[in-house]
């Protein structure tokens, strides 16, 4: 939006997710944090809404998700024709490639938007695909484990005599942001704290733990 255009009033998407109510969390399945730990709160929303509209922009705001009578597809389908561009914070639900979903719909439907494309979403988003990649390009990642089920954290044994000899060592999901998933427990100092921290972030979060 800079140079040129600057003055130019432009037609904007803005794609998010918005934190739901306590209500709202207290009446489904899982924790508040392990579903909706990247969304934004509505201050945050509001603010980023008033600050395009502020610079003569016209928005258009578009919630990135799917329920029983809304669905963000068919809402950038209805407004495509008219939307210069989509500022995308997104971050979507459930799916590892989450953050993919809202750019892969633009991209489909032929609308410009901000920030990384699909791709690299999903791969930003998986730290040990991530982490492969920079290796394979001779960039220096630090080394790591790979635990993907409970069976992985049973056989830990298996690695404990080399385990001994690093702690401490931090724990984390594959594939969360925004910190989700990390706490004072996510430094382990020994097998046993490492195995009770890989056990609640795998049942937690649904997805493999990296060590």
Known sequence: MNGKNSKKQLTVGF?????PSQHFFEENDGSFLAKFGEWD???????????LES???KVIPIEAVVTKNYDAYDELKKHGKELDIVFNIAEGLATPNRESLIPAMLEWLNIPYTGS???ALAIG????????????????????????????????????????KIFPLVV?????????????K????????????????????KQPAMV
């Open 15 to 19: 794609t998010y997710n918005t934190i």
């Open 125 to 164: 988003l998986d730290k040990v695909t991530t982490l492969e990649i920079l290796s394979q390009y001779h960039i220096n990642v630090g080394p790591h484990f790979v635990f993907k089920t409970q069976d992985d954290v049973r056989d830990l044994k298996r690695y404990a005599h080399q385990l001994e």
């Open 41 to 51: 709160d509505p201050e945050t929303i509001n603010g980023v809404i008033t600050s």
């Open 186 to 205: 996510s430094v382990v100092e020994g097998i046993e704290d490492l195995r009770q921290t890989l056990e609640h972030l795998i049942d937690e979060y």
């Open 172 to 184: 984390k999901p594959v594939s969360e942001g925004t910190s989700v998933g990390m706490s004072q």
């Open 117 to 119: 494309d699909a791709k």
């Open 55 to 57: 610079a003569g922009h």
